[in-house]
Every structure is written in structure tokens, then in C-alpha cells.
């Protein structure tokens, strides 16, 4: 009988010394052998970028006690990527991205440095879950998302995950999350806009900000269970072809 722990590598994209991160590594511990490695600053919004123009750094550092942890120069997908080939030297058992300080709803996925990581893992063919706590209090309590994490991760450990897939996972910050709704994506982005400022040296320079807005409310989408106390899963996948638009555009006679 095989009893070997499975490897779990843990990221994020609000830097290692985050409240998500912490509690999310200590809620790992019970299901296997846990390795950290994640930025050593902030990295929101970065996406599924990665640092080629300079060196990256790694640093063990006694962050978390009990467990080796890295903090890495670069983003949540560098994170990956060394955390594979140059720290663990094979792939992890599952990888595991956040939590998140903030909602990964709707297309915010797209921007999100948290869900990035967990996509660079399907790319490897490595099981990988990201979780996001919808609430962006310097004092939110993540330690209320912890059951939701903990159901999720023993049930991809139990069962596997579709080739190619990773899950996105938001916890709405309530007293009582009332279940779990598998649902799709949101049709919700930003409407941008940009405070625009002067330098002591009266130069511009610019703030992005802008609201949020779901262009067609319907009552399967992730927006909709959050707002009613629920976490959701969206299964996310790298792969973005246009599969209903390709027979349209075969038409052209290109």
C-alpha cells in the first residue's frame, strides 16, 4: 500500500508574507508535503507574465515554520516554473494558488497573477486550484474560507482533474457560506477610466481605475452565487480557441 504524501506547492500573487498565503499553507499540511514559493512582493494583476528581461532571485527564508519556503523577484508564473525545475526538480502532486486577497470573478481571471499560476500547473499537466476570498479588507478574515478550501482540495486529490483544467474558486467574506455552486464565468469587466494627474514637474501621469459591470445578469454565473453567500467553481481552462467562431471564419475564403 502506497501511504507517500502527495507534494503540494503553494503560490500567490500578494506576496509571501500575506495573510492568504499563511493561512492557506497551514490548511495544505493536512494533505500532504508542502513547499512555498511565491513573490516577494506584490504581484497583482500581472497575469501570466513571466521575467525575461532580467535574473530572477530565490531566497529561502524560515517564513512558515516547519516547512521550506522561497520568496521569488519575479511573478506567480516564475514562481511555478522555478518552484518545477530548479526547487522541487519533478512535478508536485497539486499546486495550489492564494488565497487571493480579492474577487477572481468573471473576466478578472484574466488579469489575475493567482489564477495565472494555477493555469501555468494545467499546462504541466499538474492538478492546480485557485482560491480567491471576495473581500478586499486590510482585515478580511481568511480563516472563514478555510472549509471551503479544505472540501475542495480533498475532493481534486480524491478524484483527479480533467486534462488541460483548473479550478478558480471564490469565497464570498460572510458569516456562513452557504454551499458551493459549480457555475461558469461572468460576462462582467471593467469599464476603464484614468485619473489623470501633474508631476511637481507638471508631466502628466495616470491612475487606471473604472467599475466593474456585468453586462447580462443571469442565475448560473459566478457573480450571482457570491452575491447569495456561495462559493463557486469555475472550471478554467488554457486552451482559448474560438470553436463556434471557426467555421464562420472558414467561410471567408481566406
Known sequence: MNTKKPLILV???????????????????????????????????????????????LNKDDFFE?????????????????????????KPDLIVSGINHGANTATNVLYSGTMSAAVEGAMEGIPSLGFSLCSFDKDANFENAMTVVEKVTAQVLKNGMPEGVCLNVNIPECEEVLGVKVCRQAHAFWEDSFDKRLDPFKQPYYWLTGDFVEQNQADDTDLYWIDKNYATIVPTQFDMTAYKAMKEIENWKI
Open 11 to 57: 503560490t500567490n500573487d500578494d506576496g509571501i508574507t500575506s495573510k492568504g498565503v499563511a493561512a492557506l499553507q497551514k490548511t495544505m499540511r493536512q494533505f500532504g508535503e508542502v513547499v512555498v514559493i511565491a513573490p516577494d512582493s506584490a504581484q497583482s494583476g500581472m497575469g501570466h507574465a513571466i521575467t525575461i528581461g532580467e535574473p530572477l532571485r
Open 66 to 90: 516547519g516547512i521550506d519556503a522561497y520568496s521569488c523577484s519575479g511573478t506567480p508564473v516564475d514562481c511555478i516554473k522555478l518552484g518545477i525545475y530548479e526547487v522541487l526538480h519533478r
